[in-house]
């Protein structure tokens, strides 16, 4: 077989070539961290990545539907949680309406009701994110006075979030339920008429307001109470969630990542071997027939 002058300058041409092409791919390797450059590197893990990976964007979205669905539900608890206190205060102010007072004091009180009323009134109307907190899909107020009786003016909607595959929470609770309008008598017209009977000295009417102020306490309670089961739901998947999102991330790593020690060793390697084939086409390139016709 003859070897020719120029034969053996591209055969050492290809080595170095193809030595520098190793040597540059892990390099690439040290300083990204990623065994897996290119899916023709090992497509079987690239195909297992890229599962990995819309694994846990998939989890990522469920945190963040998590976390807002949390949020209205904290919303709506802190804003129920102060109609509370209203009511407290006004069972309060009525208990001592129906003792034996002057009329003086007794309208005294009935204008604090009528203060507690409209307080619950804002509470009721509150707004988030363009939506009424307690008014369903509805972004207008949930209550207001209508030709002297008080409407309930939102929907049913159900804002809904999905916090993993198969579970999704209802997290709003809507005026209809929280003040009383599907019961008997709502909350504000029992301020209404509680207001309208310590002002007109009517005991047997301030008696049956504090029985109706318990009863919408009563009504408020359960709505928070129902609430706080949601909010556990949610807390509950946010930590499971978490915990999906940390093996995902230890798949992904244990798939593409490199082995820091390993990889550096490697392209040492590699740029020994660039350098002797650097080397060793330097030495072969040094003579040529030329040297020999003198």
Not at 186 to 206: M, R
Not at 225 to 247: C, F, H, M, N
Request: hydrophobic share 45%; charged share 20%.
């Amino acid at each position: 077989m003859r070897v020719t002058h120029l034969g053996s300058h591209h055969a050492a041409l290809s080595r170095i070539t193809g030595s520098l092409a190793e040597f540059t791919n892990a390099q690439d390797r040290v300083s990204s961290g990623k065994r897996i450059q290119r899916p023709s590197d090992d497509p079987t893990a690239m195909a297992k990545a890229l599962e990995l990976r819309a694994a846990q964007r998939t989890s990522e979205q469920a945190l963040r539907n998590a976390d807002d669905g949390e949020l209205w539900v904290n919303l709506a608890d802190s804003k129920l949680q102060a109609t509370v206190q209203q009511l407290q205060r006004a069972k309060e102010l009525a208990v001592r309406g129906a003792s034996f007072t002057n009329a003086d004091e007794r309208a005294a009180i009935a204008a604090e009701i009528g203060q507690l009323r409209d307080t619950i009134v804002g509470l009721a109307n509150s707004h988030h994110q363009g939506r009424g907190v307690f008014s369903g899909f509805d972004a207008g107020d949930a209550v207001a006075k209508v030709a002297g009786t008080w409407t309930y003016q939102g929907d049913a909607g159900q804002i809904n979030r999905r916090i993993s595959d198969s579970e999704v929470v209802s997290v709003n609770v809507t005026a209809y339920d929280a003040f009383g309008f599907a019961g008997a008598k709502d909350v504000f017209t029992v301020f209404d008429d509680l207001e309208a009977a310590l002002l007109a000295n009517d005991q047997a009417g301030i008696d049956t307001g504090i029985g109706e102020l318990q009863s919408s306490l009563d009504t408020t309670l359960t709505t928070l109470t129902g609430l706080g089961a949601v909010g556990s739901r949610i807390e509950g998947a946010k930590l499971r969630i978490g915990e999906d999102i940390a093996a995902l991330k230890a798949q992904l790593s244990a798939v593409e990542d490199v082995d820091l020690a390993e990889a550096v060793v490697e392209m040492q390697l590699q740029e020994t071997a660039y350098t002797a084939a650097l080397g060793a086409f330097a030495r072969s390139a040094q003579t040529s027939l030329l040297d020999f016709l003198r």
